[in-house]
């Protein structure tokens, strides 16, 4: 049974296109060029907060104050731009927000959160240490713990896939990456709302590729370590609910490597002068390597954001311009 019905779904685009304005679909002739498929790029690195998911803190904080419930402070854990999300939320119906980030997290990411009137709490070695850090400051002061996934974050995400069906008809495919679930869970929920036929294929980095080794497994399989630099994809324990919708709703979840995903973000700087995050460029990375397979089909990928630092963005392209210098000398 969908988590929502498609009167729910217009109801929330109408509430989050009072902050987010509809996201534009292009087909960029120079990735036709790169790859032989015809690709649509859903933009969702244009949102006011550079991300997808500024829509589900935006819908999650309205739902909650709709409730009748004004907590006296929010709190979640993130490496960004869910942070973000909630943090604009809570600030727009006056509510503190406590946003907890791993050790070595974005430091541009993390100055933003503080922008939208977070109070940033650094803790964990990664997200799922953070996660716990963020349940026990909900059980010592009483703040509403922001789940990484939940009904209402998904249902503001899922306007960015009613967008992307209403812009483009009869799409084949939609890759799309996979952090904790939400954005994938929008597509193939929104997907079967609308009674189409579109495969959703969810990417994750080969160094945080828990999701794919569940899915490959039909069953939960945490890793011991997550060490990607795309750290929208940095996840290394799925969650039940999100792993069912996908088992269920998923064509396939495939992994990408780290110079792959370097190799996908020089792609969307030179063919689009877009910048993409490491998990915004995964989906381009899934079909580039899949280029053969795909000849003649509609095909969609998700630039979920934009939220990388300059010190990492440029690091990774020097690296991966070295690295192609030293394959093209060899």
């Known amino acids: 049974m969908p988590m929502f019905s498609l009167q729910d779904l217009e109801a929330a685009h109408t509430t989050v296109r009072q902050f987010v304005p509809e996201t534009p679909v292009y087909a960029w002739p120079l990735l036709k060029e790169r790859t032989g498929v015809d690709v649509y790029v859903k933009h969702e690195n244009h949102t006011p907060t550079g991300s997808f998911k500024a829509r589900g803190g935006f819908t999650y904080v309205d739902a909650l104050m709709n409730s009748g419930e004004k907590p ?3 709190v979640t854990a993130t490496r960004g731009n869910h942070g973000q999300s909630v943090a604009l939320g809570a600030t727009r ?3 503190p927000s406590y946003i907890v980030v791993p ?4 430091q541009e990411k993390n ?3 503080r ?3 977070a109070n940033v709490i650094i803790a964990g070695k990664d997200f799922d240490e953070s996660r716990v850090v963020a349940q026990q400051l909900q059980e010592e002061h009483g703040y509403h713990m922001v789940p ?3 009904e209402n974050l998904v249902r503001g995400v899922s ?8 812009s483009i008809a009869d799409l084949d495919v939609v890759y799309v990456p996979i952090g904790m679930g939400s954005g994938i869970c929008s597509l193939i929920t929104v997907r079967d709302l609308l009674g189409l036929k579109t ?4 990417v994750t980095a080969q160094n945080a590729n828990a999701f794919a080794l569940s899915f490959a497994a039909g069953k939960a399989v945490q890793t011991a370590t997550a060490n990607t630099f795309a750290d929208g994809m940095a996840c290394r324990d799925p969650q039940a609910q999100p792993l069912e919708i996908i088992l269920k709703g998923a064509e396939d979840v495939v992994s990408v490597s780290e110079t792959q995903i370097a190799e996908a973000m020089m792609a969307y700087y030179k063919d689009t002068h877009n910048l993409a995050e490491g998990a915004g460029a995964a989906p381009l990375a899934a079909l580039m390597a899949n280029r053969t397979n795909l000849q003649g089909k509609r095909v969609a990928t998700i630039l979920t954001g934009g939220n990388i630092d300059l010190t990492t963005f440029l690091n990774v392209m020097n690296a991966h311009t070295q690295e192609t210098s030293e394959l093209a000398s060899a």
Do not use: D, R, V
Not at 159 to 166: N, P, Q, W
């Open 72 to 74: 006296n402070g929010l």
């Open 93 to 95: 119906n006056g509510i």
């Open 103 to 106: 050790e070595g997290n974005s």
């Open 111 to 113: 100055a933003a959160m």
């Open 115 to 117: 922008a939208f009137g």
């Open 148 to 150: 990484p996934f939940h």
């Open 159 to 166: 306007t960015y896939a009613l967008e992307l069906y209403c």
């Open 199 to 202: 495969k959703i294929i969810g």
